[in-house]
Nanobody, 120 residues
Framework: QVQLVESGGGLVQAGGSLRLSCAAS????????MGWYRQVPGKQRELVAT??????TYADFVKGRFAISRDVAKNTVYLQMNSLKPGDTAVYYC???????????????WGQGTQVTVSS
């Protein structure tokens, strides 16, 4: 069984920084793309950033402020969030494409979510 365990959320003032972490645990063959999404009540979950072993992509609203990285050996993805704004307040979800048994089939898994609150 695959689990994604997130940490690092919390309350911060506007202009501050937070670092989120997400580790994939359990028994599996490999992890492909990993990423972060966020959601506020009443709105759809939206992409923040994703990363593979070779490249990263960002939503326009975080470019220049957030940085995604990963430790392949630890199956862990990080999101460094700088210059935070009140509009960044949301529940942040980790996402990973995991192959449980072989490289033939990957499934998407989600973490439980971690709250990020930015005060003005």
């Amino acid at each position: 069984q695959v689990q994604l365990v997130e940490s690092g959320g919390g309350l911060v003032q506007a202009g501050g920084s937070l670092r989120l972490s997400c580790a994939a645990s359990g028994s599996f063959f490999s992890v492909s793309r990993m990423g972060w999404y966020r959601q506020v009540p009443g709105k759809q979950r939206e992409l923040v950033a994703t990363i593979t072993t070779t490249s990263a992509t960002y939503a326009d609203f975080v470019k220049g402020r957030f940085a995604i990285s990963r430790d392949v050996a630890k199956n862990t993805v990080y999101l460094q969030m700088n210059s935070l704004k009140p509009g960044d307040t949301a529940v942040y979800y980790c996402n990973a494409e995991v192959a449980p048994y072989s490289a033939d089939v990957y499934y998407r898994y989600w973490g439980q979510g971690t709250q990020v609150t930015v005060s003005s």
